[in-house]
């Protein structure tokens, strides 16, 4: 199979990098809008999945029986990246819940954002499971299994029922027969799914618009994803990176996952959207994204203005200079 080039990158008139990727944007009516490449084609969710792991924790009383700050609660959905801010946000949930570090599964790490990162090791800090970016979603898991009175250890496998509803819930938001989904181990130790990148842009359609969901307690907990990730956005991502600012505007919910996946609706407009870049490349999304609201003639143009300030078409060495440019092809 060949896959289109999405996006192409110059430096000095010549071509150096070239991203194969799948682009697919439905309507409210869950019909193909705008489409690149296979959109048939399976893709895992990676960490865009993370708005609907986090549905179960949010289908209890969790945030209010533990008094849980909107920042708090948004750990649940986020690809936190090891700031102090989120570092210590991390700690007051984890005590909150009485809950401890060793029993999370994800491994241990250090922050991913270069300076905390720096700070760790030039203080010799060890590394910390508490700062796997998927921590406050393991917390969740674990908050969740406890409420039920479901066994914590094995919080993880994919028989485990906390994994089984998540499961479900892919099932109902992206429209895919279970024996359609296929299943592996993510990068944090649990149960990843795929569907079809057209059934991942309908998830996103459903999450953006909850009243196209008919399960009401699924509905009712994805509008608390929706108000906690908007209410805390640094915590979703960090500041300066593309999920914050895409959460900043209040029409979008957005959310990303290794390996280049990204995926995001736009309320108003009934839109929902998955990508996947082929190269794995998480560098040009705020480029590719930007073009793309663009191509759908989004009106807020200051959410497109932030992502070109992330990363604009020009392409600039280690002293700032321009060097490149990148083209996206949609």
């Known amino acids: 199979m060949t896959y289109p080039i999405i996006a192409e990158e110059y430096r000095g008139g010549i071509l150096e990098n070239a991203h194969q990727g799948i682009i697919c944007a439905v309507n409210g009516d869950k019909d193909v809008l705008f489409e690149k490449g296979d959109v048939s084609q399976q893709v895992y969710y990676r960490s865009s999945m993370k708005p609907i792991q986090a549905i179960p ?60 990162k720096e700070s760790y090791i030039r203080n010799q800090k060890p590394r910390r499971r508490l700062l ?84 009401f307690e699924v509905r009712r907990s994805i509008e608390k994803v929706d108000k906690v990730m908007h209410e805390a956005p640094e915590i979703v991502a960090s500041h300066q990176f593309i999920c914050t600012e895409l959460l900043t505007d209040s029409n979008i919910v957005a959310k990303g996952g290794a390996q280049g996946v990204y995926c995001l609706a736009l309320k108003k407009e009934k839109i929902g959207i998955a990508l996947k870049v082929l190269s794995g490349s998480e560098l040009i999304w705020p480029v590719l994204v930007a073009e793309l609201l663009k191509k759908l003639d989004y009106s807020n143009k200051a959410t497109i203005d932030r992502l070109l300030k992330l990363r604009s078409h020009e392409i600039v060495n280690d002293n700032g200079k321009a060097v490149g440019q990148t083209k996206i092809i949609l």
């Open 132 to 215: 796997h970016n998927c921590a406050g979603k393991h917390l969740g898991f674990l908050a969740y299994a406890r409420e039920k009175g479901y066994d914590l250890d094995g919080y993880g496998e994919l028989e485990h029922p906390i994994q089984q509803k998540i499961l479900q819930y892919i099932t109902e938001l992206s429209e895919t027969p279970l024996d359609e989904i296929h299943s592996a181990i993510d990068g944090c130790g649990v149960p990843v799914h795929a569907v079809s990148l057209k059934n991942m842009a309908i998830s996103y359609l459903k999450i953006g618009n909850p009243m196209l969901i008919e399960n």
């Open 57 to 116: 924790v949010f289908t209890t009383d969790i945030m209010e029986k533990f008094q849980l700050t909107n920042e708090e609660a948004a750990l649940f959905t986020a690809s936190q990246r090891g700031e102090r801010y989120q570092e210590e946000t991390l700690e007051r949930l984890m005590g909150k819940l009485n809950l401890s570090e060793d029993m999370l599964i994800c491994n241990q790490s250090y922050p991913l954002n270069e300076t905390p």
